[in-house]
Every structure is written in structure tokens, then in C-alpha cells.
């Protein structure tokens, strides 16, 4: 069987990504490493409270060899826009979620609103991430 363990979001700031991640959304850090072997790369995890074995990497957008500087570059214009990646938070309750988030200094681009699949609501990450809390709801075809 395979399964999804974690993914991954580029952070142009990985402090103030964790910052973001731990102590506004209430994620508790996986994993935060940088092997001395490894020229300062750290690999840095994060994940919902009592869901082991599922987690969300914030990686730095990285330089030469993996990435030419021109492509790093529009790697974070993407990110900063918005358009690198979309995470999907899921809640029994957006509204009360929201409202909690708003009170840990969030700041919501789409409030929650009524959709055929449930209550949803949008917010960026510091790098600019699209990140959207969503409570579902059974949907028959």
C-alpha cells in the first residue's frame, strides 16, 4: 500500500515559517534538522497535533545545484503570489476554526463561505502559500 506522509511548500523564511506554522496554527514540529554533510540544508516538518505520520516540509527555495538563480527567482515570485502550492486544512467547524485562527493573528483573504462540498475559507502563509480551511460535507452523485 503507499500513502502520503508529508508535502511540501517553499517558505522563503523557514524561521518565520515555523513561527507561522507552530504558534498560529497550532502545528507541532516533526522534524527540524540540517546535517552538518549537507552545506546548511535543513529539512524542516511540521504537522497537525495527534496526526503522526502526516506532515508538511518547509523547504527554502534552493540555489545552484538544484536550481539555477533565474528559476529560484520565479520559484518565489510564484510562492509570493500564491501559485507554488495549496495546502487543504480540514475542520468540523470553519467558522469557529476562523475565528480562533483570526484571534492567533491570521489574516483571512476569503472569509467562510457556503459551497456545494461545505463551508471554506482562505489565507496565506508568510511566503504568500494559499492555504484553504475547509469543512466538508457528504456529497452524493
Request: glycine share 10%.
Amino acid at each position: 500500500m503507499i500513502t502520503v506522509s508529508s508535502t511540501q511548500l517553499w517558505v522563503h523564511d523557514q524561521d518565520e515559517a515555523l513561527e507561522f506554522y507552530t504558534r498560529k496554527l497550532g502545528m507541532e514540529v516533526r522534524v527540524d534538522v540540517s546535517p552538518p554533510e549537507m552545506g546548511g540544508f535543513r529539512w524542516l516538518e511540521v504537522g497537525p497535533p495527534g496526526r503522526e505520520g502526516m506532515g508538511i516540509v518547509l523547504m527554502t527555495v534552493p540555489g545552484q545545484p538544484i536550481m539555477d538563480e533565474a528559476t529560484a527567482a520565479q520559484v518565489r515570485e510564484l510562492t509570493a503570489k500564491g501559485f507554488a502550492g495549496t495546502v487543504f486544512l480540514a475542520t468540523d467547524d470553519c467558522r469557529a476554526a476562523h475565528k480562533e485562527l483570526v484571534a492567533r493573528g491570521v489574516e483571512f483573504v476569503e472569509e467562510p463561505t457556503e459551497e456545494p462540498y461545505g463551508i471554506d475559507a482562505s489565507f496565506r502563509d508568510p511566503s504568500g502559500n494559499h492555504i484553504r480551511l475547509t469543512q466538508t460535507k457528504e456529497m452524493s452523485f
